[in-house]
């Protein structure tokens, strides 16, 4: 099977193209971008790249993944093969979390990303159940390094998610909330993108403005054959595959 | 009839045993947090959620009790008014309780108040929580202060109350039921199931309390009430066992994955026993058998045997409610993908939360003694009967 490649990645870099529609969104009006992700299903080696540098940039504990990579044996040998596929949170335009959080914090802000207040959230988890993706996790305090005689250096690093600097420790605040993708958004603010898209080895991770039809996301839904998850319940998803 | 004294000890002796067994739990949770906890990153709720939506069914039902009684006028019912309208001001605390300690953050739990997200069935609960404790509140100060001699007062409030639990016992459902996420949850069965749980739960509580308190610290017991209530709990069990049925025959039907594996969890996962045993033998069947066999339907004593069946099946129904539906990954391949014992498709509660969720109960069984204590609960009722 050949493996299609983006038009536009032949002219020029990806990372490149993807950083100057950053900058391009970036001087729009918030409420006028939509960030979006696009996903080549067919050009990802699930080396989980990107679950390892979303834990390198958000520090994440155990159990709290804002993205994975789902691996699928199919068939039965000799004939089979792996299918992968990376899944952060979805973004929906009809985001059903969001709905049924009790105290309103967790919401879609101007720019369509789903974000959490982590200084509100009371952790009922309530979103958690709602979200039909199991791209929520709860934070439940937990350290990869406990029992050692040191946490490590990389779990007590500050983070810098929504904007805010935070030093984890067990009784604040992001423990005892939900916590999520939130499409590395202090980084895009800051015209970088999100480090699952800068890290990804395959270059199979896409992300930019699906409202211009300039970006390269935009460029590859409307050249590519794309799909999102679950799209009968109504989600509407900011995330895209390609196969 | 006079009390036990013997058995008051051993009450007493278990109540305590319960309340420290409960704050050795709560001192882990407050100090651990949710560290100790077995509910995970995908089966996110557990025993506390079950109690929670358990202890809020009891107090609806047993409302509808003293509504029947006040609003109604069924005049047989006289006995027991006055434990039904005491049966909401002990389980709803410990509802709250049960959730309180759920939160990642309990300091917080006062936003439910101060940020209303009224799109949020949780948030819709809360407030008829409030405006029924509002209610219940001026009953009882009526009842217990008064004596209850402002009777259209007490008409209206038992009808707007009733309305109340009814519509509170719906958002509990609802707020299972609206989650498209989760396949065996999603539907319009819950809330009416929720609501029917909740008057066969209440039934049941207070007629075992109404023939178990004064066995135990002395008082009388209405004959014609006791029965009167386990014929109705027959009725109700057995619509309750229709809904079920349905639920579960629907959902098997349909052979959709989430649907049908936690309907299998259910009836031959490794927890069988909850739904056979608990849920089942003890809250079905048992029941049945003592409310429809002549030499027993008539006795008190095994009338509040079959009360204490209900209470029994109806938590284990509860259980069954709220764990096995979470836990089905919502895609296919999630838990592999998570290298974390939180991620796990198997949830047996912790020691933490059995201890507390243990000292709850007790919390409430040392209620019950101390209120039947202080208030004339049964001794109007012996009057009456």
């Not at chain 2, 994955?257 to 048992?286: A, H, M, N």
């Not at chain 2, 409610?321 to 509660?349: D, N, Q």
Request: contains cysteine; charged residues 15%; neutral net charge.
């Amino acid at each position: 099977m050949s493996v299609a490649q983006p038009v536009v990645a032949e002219k020029e870099n990806a990372i490149v193209r993807m950083m100057k529609d950053l900058e391009r969104a970036l001087k729009k009006p918030p409420s006028e971008r939509r960030w979006g992700m696009v996903i080549d299903l067919t050009k990802c080696v699930a080396c989980d790249a990107c679950t390892v540098s979303c834990k390198a940039e958000n520090k994440t504990p155990p159990g709290v993944n804002y993205t994975l990579v789902i691996k699928e044996e199919v068939g039965t040998y000799p004939n089979v093969r792996e299918v992968f596929l990376p899944r952060p949170c979805m973004h929906c335009e009809n985001p059903p979390c969001v709905d049924v959080c009790p105290v309103g914090a967790t919401w879609k802000n101007e720019e369509g990303v789903v974000v959490i207040d982590y200084d509100v959230c009371i952790g009922c988890r309530y979103c958690m159940t709602a979200c039909p993706y199991g791209a929520r996790t709860f934070d439940f305090g937990d350290w990869y390094t406990e029992g050692t005689p040191h946490l490590a250096p990389y779990e007590t690093a500050p983070t810098f998610e929504y904007g805010e600097m935070r030093v984890r420790n067990e009784h604040e605040s992001p423990v005892g909330n939900v916590r999520k993708c939130h499409f590395c958004l202090h980084r895009v603010h800051e015209g970088l993108l999100p480090a699952c898209i800068t890290d990804c080895i395959g270059r199979a991770r896409y992300f930019g403005d699906l409202n211009d039809p300039d970006s390269l996301v935009s460029e590859l839904l409307r050249e590519r054959y794309s799909f999102r998850l679950k799209e009968e319940l109504g989600t509407e998803p900011k995330v895209f595959y390609l196969t | 009839m006079k009390g036990n004294k013997g058995l008051v000890i051993a009450y007493w002796v278990v109540v305590a045993v319960l309340v420290i067994v409960g704050l050795v739990g709560l001192y882990w949770r407050l100090t651990t947090g949710h560290k100790m906890a077995n509910y995970g990153e995908l089966i996110v709720w557990g025993l506390w959620v079950s109690m929670y939506i358990f202890f809020m069914a009891v107090a609806a039902g047993a409302f509808i009790v003293a509504s029947m009684v006040y609003t109604f006028d069924v005049e047989t019912l006289r006995p027991v008014r006055r434990l039904a309208l005491l049966t909401p001001l002990v389980a709803m605390p410990l509802g709250f309780f049960s959730i309180w300690v759920d939160l990642g953050h309990m300091e917080r739990a006062y936003e439910m108040i101060t940020r209303p997200h009224l799109t949020s069935m949780m948030n819709i609960e809360l407030w008829l929580y409030g405006a029924f404790f509002i209610v219940l509140l001026v009953m009882l100060w009526e009842e217990f202060a008064k004596g209850g001699e402002d009777k259209a007062l007490m008409k209206w409030a038992g009808a707007i109350g009733l309305v109340l639990v009814i519509l509170y016992e719906a958002a509990g459902g609802a707020l299972f039921g609206v989650a498209k996420a989760r396949p065996a949850w999603h539907g319009g069965l819950f809330p009416l199931l929720f609501i029917l749980s909740g008057f066969t739960v209440g039934v049941g509580t207070v007629v075992f309390l109404h023939v178990f308190l004064p066995k135990l610290f002395g008082g009388k017991v209405s004959k014609p009430a006791v029965v009167w209530l386990g014929e109705l709990l027959l009725v109700l069990i057995i619509i309750e066992f229709l809904f079920v049925l349905s639920e579960y025959f629907v959902g098997l039907y349909s052979g959709i994955p989430s649907e049908v594996t936690p309907l299998k969890q259910i009836l031959t996962g490794p927890f069988w026993y909850v739904f056979w045993i608990g849920q089942f033998l003890i809250g079905i069947v048992l029941p049945i058998v003592l409310l429809a066999w002549q030499r027993t339907r008539t006795s008190p004593l095994w009338v509040a045997i079959a009360g204490l069946g209900v209470f029994i099946g109806t938590f284990a129904m509860r259980l069954n409610l709220v764990i096995p539906a979470l836990a089905y990954p919502e895609l296919k391949g999630l838990v592999e993908a998570v290298p974390s014992p939180r991620m796990t498709t198997v949830y047996v509660p912790s020691t933490m939360e059995w201890f507390v969720g243990l000292g709850i109960f007790g919390l409430g069984m040392a209620a019950f003694a101390v209120l039947y204590h202080l208030l004339p609960v049964q001794s109007q009722a012996a009057k009456e009967a």
